[in-house]
Every structure is written in C-alpha cells, then in structure tokens.
C-alpha cells in the first residue's frame, strides 16, 4: 500500500502545481492586458489633456511674444521659467477656471481701455497675475485689480480717502496701470522690462540692468519674485489663448457677462447712500457691486467735484 499512497501524492503535487502554474500564467496574462489598457487610457487622457485626470506636463509652445516681443524660448532658463509657471497655473484648477470666467466681463473694458491707451493687449494679463481679476487686497496693502499701494495710487491721479478709493474702480485704475507702464517702457526700452517694473519698480530694474551689463529681461537675475513675473503673465497669455491645449473646457456661456449698467452724475454731497439706493430702486448690495470704490455710506463732494455711480439699468 505504501508505494501506492507515495503515487498519489506525487499525482496530487503535480495537479496541485498545474492548478498554481496556470493560475499564475492567468494572472500575469490579465495583468499584462490592464497594463496595456491603463497604458492606451493614459495615452489618450494626455492627448486630450485632462490633467484633472492624468498628472501629466502642460505642453510649451513652439513660439510665444509678449507686447509684440519674441520670447527667446531657444534658451534653456528661458524655457524652463516658462515650464515652472505653466505647470504652476494649470494645477491651480480652480483659480484659473475662475480667472476665465471673469475674463468675459472684465477683458472687453481692459481690452477698450488699454488700446485707447496705446499699450499691447497682452497687458490684460498682467492684471490676472496681479489679482486673478479681483479687487484683491495684499499683505502690503496693494489694493485693486491692478494692486496699487495708496502713494503711488496718488501719484498717478488715483483718489484715496476715507470715502473714496479709486483703487477700486476698475476703469480709473487700469487708466493708471496704463500711465506706469508707458512711463517703465520709455525709461527702460521693453514692455517685457516695464512689466518686470511693475512687479519691483521701474529704479530697482534699472539699478540691475546696470549692475549685471544686460538689456533685457531675460538675462537679467533677479529676485525670485519678479523673475517669475513675467514668465507668469506669458504663460496665462498661452493658456487664455488655447484653453483647450491645458485641460480647461469652459464654453463661451460659462463666462461672466459684462453687467448691463447706467451712470448717475454726482455732483453734490450724498449724506446717506442707503437713502440713495431707495431713491434709484436698487439695493445696498447693488450699489456696492458695481462701485467697490465708495468705501463709507456717504460721498462727500467738493467744489467743482463730480463723481459717476452705476447701477443696474431699468
């Protein structure tokens, strides 16, 4: 009996080892197979760009300007400060999506504004890096669209008191923004390097393009933060341009329209503004939407003074 019982165990390990053997080739073979899906579903995700999906590198264009100016994207630090920045906003899902959506009401009065001025459109995105299109507040108390620290709001004919902050008001502030950069342009050569001034001031370029012998952004080292300032106002410029490329989907009827409003000419004092708002059936709400720049319930108006409220239209 006993050579019998060893035969049976030797057939029982044998079939026990097929079983594995196969079991295993079955495995691997359906491991291989999802592999090769996963593979050709990743491939597919970044050929449409979802990097919501996918954590895959947002393309660099071939070619880019700036303000009518060659991004000179044969140089390596050129090209990877632009990477750096484009990665960066691609990332920020919800910043960016958002910052599109208020590009349809805000860019047409930018756009209108800066041609009137005579600065290259591309400065419209200036206005995102400096506060993703809000009247945002920073830690150097740098208010607006445009940021603008109160001296230098005053310097360029911008109102800052208790009662008003023209700051606040988007035409009144990019007409400003408009005065600086013409200014940065004369006295440094190149919109690239009136927007670096922007960022750190017309002197502080200036002093380095002196220190370091160069004449262009590009080649200047600088602080991080206005080393990147530039590349992060292009890299906004390539993304607004081709949405699609970067992963965003947004429709033209999911961007914010631009508010249908009239003007009231103020030329005497409103005591209570709340009163005001009774008067034009609007509410306080309204009125503080559309005119961020009144910052008290009164206006005071001086002597030959004039102020323009917009409220909704009837």
């Not at 060659?70 to 400060?81: I, Y």
């Not at 590009?103 to 290259?120: A, N, Y």
Request: charged share 25%; proline share 4%; glycine share 6%.
């Amino acid at each position: 009996m006993e050579p019998l019982n060893n035969n049976k165990k030797t057939i029982i390990s044998i079939v026990a080892t097929c079983v594995v053997i196969t079991g295993l080739t079955a495995l691997c073979g359906y491991l291989l197979t999802r592999n090769s899906v996963l593979a050709k579903e990743n491939q597919e995700l970044r050929s449409e760009n979802h990097y919501s999906n996918v954590l895959a590198p947002p393309p660099l264009p071939d070619s880019i300007s700036f303000a009518g100016e060659s991004v000179p994207l044969d140089n390596t630090m050129v090209r990877e400060s632009l990477d750096r920045e484009l990665t960066a906003i691609c990332f920020q899902h919800g910043t960016t999506l958002m910052c599109l959506k208020r590009s349809g009401r805000w860019f047409p009065l930018i756009e209108k504004i800066l041609k009137e001025e005579g600065l290259p459109e591309d400065f419209k995105y200036l206005c995102i890096a400096e506060s993703s299109l809000q009247n945002a507040i920073s830690p150097a108390k740098a208010v607006g669209f445009w940021q603008f620290l109160e001296g230098t709001a005053r310097s360029y004919g911008l109102e800052v008191t208790d009662e008003v902050d023209e700051r606040y008001d988007v035409e009144k502030s990019t007409r400003a923004a408009c005065k600086y950069l013409k200014a940065g342009k004369q006295s440094l050569g190149s919109w690239s390097l009136a927007a670096a001034g922007y960022n750190m001031g017309t002197g502080g370029v200036s002093k380095n393009m002196k220190l370091q012998s160069v004449d262009n952004y590009w080649d200047m080292y600088l602080n991080q933060e206005t080393a990147r300032y530039v590349f992060r106002i292009i890299a906004y410029k390539a993304i607004f341009e081709n949405p699609h490329i970067y992963g965003v989907r947004i429709a033209p009827e999911e961007k914010q329209k631009p508010a249908e409003l009239e003007e009231v000419k103020i030329t005497q004092s409103i005591a209570n503004l709340y009163d005001f708002c009774k008067e034009h059936e609007i509410t306080y709400k309204e009125l503080k939407t559309w005119n961020p720049w009144l910052r008290s319930s009164k206006l005071t108006v001086k002597d030959g003074k004039s102020y323009s409220i917009k409220i909704p239209k009837k």
